[in-house]
């Protein structure tokens, strides 16, 4: 039997004390003020029904009186003795330290190749789409082969290895068990009955516990409840999925309020992942960013990690050491749309296995001779880096090199700074595809121009290529959209300094102008 509650509530005192509410609702306030309160009405009550006499109501009331008094006495001289946060399921982990960021995260190549094959094998009474076993049945060949690991495959086996070494994974978001982008199947359907399989959940019998959900459109109240998991339980990798990186726009009060200020309000630590597809594809301003400029305006104090992968290696560490690390961190990852299937957005098997690691910044391995020849630094992140690379390569381009910033925060300067001292002669320009008011750019400038004032590099001023500030963070017109990019590449890797400079305010095929500037 349902059974509903309609309860009228009133405030008796006002916001706070400083708060006089009569001086708006003088009326409402007079009548709440002669109403009596639910301590006297209660008392009345029990004591109509002889539970309790009148001696012994005035006792329990001065009693509990005399216990605020106490502790509020107490309070004064009050210090903690221990760190209590750091007990029961966290025990045996500890705050932060700089030494133990990358955490050992690579695996065994045999257990590598057990794991991945038995995480792609279809029970034979098991009538899986055609489509699915073809897809499987690729990954599987380019696990066994060792070469061409894609960003699907990496997730699949970061999680396989995790649940193999007895940790927990949680996936939750919108149409998580297939992927918005049809790329992840980790929830299989029978085509005749439509059963579920789930392979994460029996590859193995000592594994720890695989939980995938589709969950409902309300960011807001997921990640909630997410946070507080990860809370809960620190051996369980928490995850959730955006369906579109501005999915988290829904849910920025738990953002701003919990994710990236709870270890320094309350001291709690969060392993939470957050997932947030991004990516300028020319599809309009909806879905297209994931607001990273928020999340690093946010960054401070160690207090979260953000990154944005253009290896499925370096996202495979990336989501292994969230629990290989001797503390916990919400961790902010910038994930693929289009490039999620990119010819050069994959991985070989050594990369996986013998010691590996994840790395703040990755870039191409060149020879001393092609680096003499380098007179260019494009630093960039996340899916800008294969079309500039695709454009270097088409145009045969030797004085160009690429860094690609993996880990925007925390910054990796030791990285920088050890990779610039090779370069001390060269041109050093930041490259995006979002405007200049948002994504990396305001955050990355004053930090790599520190560094290439360290490394005593002849340039000072970090150059910028990438489109004009804007008001939405994309143009609803593909051609536009396409010119745009297109004006990106040429500019950051063919045009002279003296055009950038002269376009510092980013590209546009129409600047816009207040009639007041």
């Not at 609702?25 to 109509?48: F, G, R, S, V």
């Not at 005399?66 to 006495?73: G, R, S």
């Amino acid at each position: 039997m349902d059974v509903v509650v309609d309860m009228f509530c009133y405030r008796r005192s006002g916001h706070n004390e400083a708060d006089e509410p009569s001086f708006t609702q003088p009326l409402m306030y007079q009548a709440i003020k002669d109403h009596p309160t639910t301590t006297t009405i209660y008392e009345k009550k029990i004591i109509k029904e002889n539970l309790i006499n009148s001696d012994q109501a005035q006792k329990i009331k001065k009693d509990f009186k005399n216990f605020l008094d106490a502790e509020l006495e107490g309070a004064k001289s009050y210090k903690p003795n221990k760190a209590d946060w750091l007990e029961g399921d966290w025990a045996g982990l500890s705050t932060a330290s700089f030494d133990e960021r990358r955490g050992a995260t690579s695996v065994k190549e045999n257990d590598l190749l057990k794991i991945g094959k038995a995480i792609h094998e279809i029970p034979k009474d098991f009538n899986a789409h055609k489509r699915i076993i073809k897809i499987y049945g690729d990954r599987l060949t380019s696990i066994q082969e060792g070469r061409n690991i894609d960003w699907a495959t990496a997730e699949a086996l970061a999680f396989a290895t995790l649940l193999n070494e007895g940790y927990g994974v949680r996936l939750s978001g919108q149409d998580t068990g297939r992927g918005t982008f049809s790329q992840r199947h980790a929830v299989l359907y029978d085509q005749i009955n439509e059963k579920r399989f789930v392979p994460l959940r029996h590859f193995t019998k000592q594994q720890g516990y695989f939980e995938i959900i589709d969950s409902f459109l309300s960011e807001y109240g997921v990640l909630g409840f997410e946070y507080g998991y990860s809370q809960a339980d620190p051996q369980t990798l928490v995850v959730w999925e955006a369906q579109f990186g501005d999915f988290a726009n829904g849910a920025q009060t738990i953002i701003d309020q919990f994710i990236t200020t709870g270890e320094r309000k309350w001291l709690r630590m969060s392993g939470l992942t957050l997932l947030l597809p991004h990516g300028h594809e020319g599809q309009g301003p909806e879905h297209t960013s994931s607001r990273l400029e928020r999340f690093l305006q946010m960054c401070a104090e160690d207090n979260i990690q953000v990154a944005n992968c253009t290896s499925p290696a370096n996202y495979f560490h990336l989501l292994r050491r969230q629990l290989l690390r001797n503390f916990r961190k919400p961790l902010i990852v910038l994930t693929p749309k289009s490039t999620l299937r990119h010819k050069k957005n994959v991985s070989s098997k050594d990369y996986f296995i013998n010691g590996s690691t994840f790395h703040r910044v990755l870039r191409n391995e060149i020879t001393k001779e092609e680096e003499k020849k380098i007179n260019r630094i494009i630093i960039c992140s996340g899916k800008l880096y294969f079309e500039l690379q695709d454009h270097i390569e088409q145009l045969q381009k030797q004085n160009v090199f690429i860094l690609r910033l993996e880990q925007i925060y925390p910054f990796p300067y030791d990285v920088f700074s050890k990779e610039l001292k090779r370069f001390t002669d060269c041109e050093v320009l930041w490259c995006q595809e979002e405007p200049k008011n948002m994504g990396a750019y305001g955050f990355v400038k004053r930090r790599i121009e520190s560094v290439m004032k360290k490394t005593n590099m002849q340039q000072e001023k970090l150059l910028y290529v990438g489109r004009r500030a804007a008001a939405s963070p994309a143009t609803g017109v593909l051609d536009r959209h396409l010119a745009n990019q297109k004006n990106i590449l040429r500019l950051a890797v063919e045009a002279d300094k003296k055009e950038i400079l002269e376009m510092w305010s980013g590209v546009s095929l129409v600047k816009y102008q207040l009639p007041i500037e």
